[in-house]
């Protein structure tokens, strides 16, 4: 009797906290790496964001001192050091050859878009709507590599 009853139990019970144990530890396993994942998507978005509005308001500065000479020598070492953790983060949580060539493409004409801005200090702004389209679409690049991060994010 014992052999019938009791033996089988103990075996199914064994194999219930085998099964159990190790469908726990693999359900713990996959939500760390779901949630390591997941910050690692949100630190990358937010390093996109932060690019975006400090490009777009640097550009909004450029904009309103057009017509003014104005050294830029203090605000874009300012904006640069403002860019220098968000793009570190875009380039080191970069996963995919789409997102590292994203991030590529943000640092690329983020010194482009500084650059031009330099020049501006250097130059009358004589012939405005070459140089303003020039910007523009240097910022309008950054940006729209920061929203292909966000959505491939």
């Known amino acids: 009797m014992w052999r019938q009853v009791a033996l089988p139990v103990i ?4 194999s219930w906290f085998a099964v159990s144990g190790s ?3 693999y359900l713990m396993w996959l939500d760390a790496s779901y949630q390591r994942s997941f910050n690692e998507n949100i630190a ?3 390093a996109a964001s932060l690019v ?13 001192h057009w017509q003014h000479p104005v050294d830029w020598t ?6 640069d050091s403002l860019m220098q953790a968000p793009l570190r983060i875009l380039q080191q949580r970069a996963d995919s050859q789409e997102e590292v060539a994203a991030a590529k493409t943000i640092a690329r004409q ?3 878009y ?13 012939d405005g709507s070459a140089q303003q389209e020039q910007l523009f679409e240097l910022a ?14």
């Open 140 to 153: 309008a690049s950054v940006s729209k590599a920061a929203d292909q991060i966000r959505q491939i994010n």
């Open 23 to 25: 469908t726990n530890y």
């Open 74 to 79: 203090d605000r874009l070492a300012a904006f």
């Open 52 to 64: 975006q509005r400090e490009i777009w308001r640097l550009h909004a500065e450029a904009i309103a």
């Open 44 to 46: 990358s978005m937010h």
């Open 114 to 126: 500084q650059d031009a801005v330099q020049a501006l200090s250097a130059q009358a702004a004589a």
């Open 110 to 112: 983020t010194a482009k």
């Open 11 to 14: 075996l199914l019970g064994v």
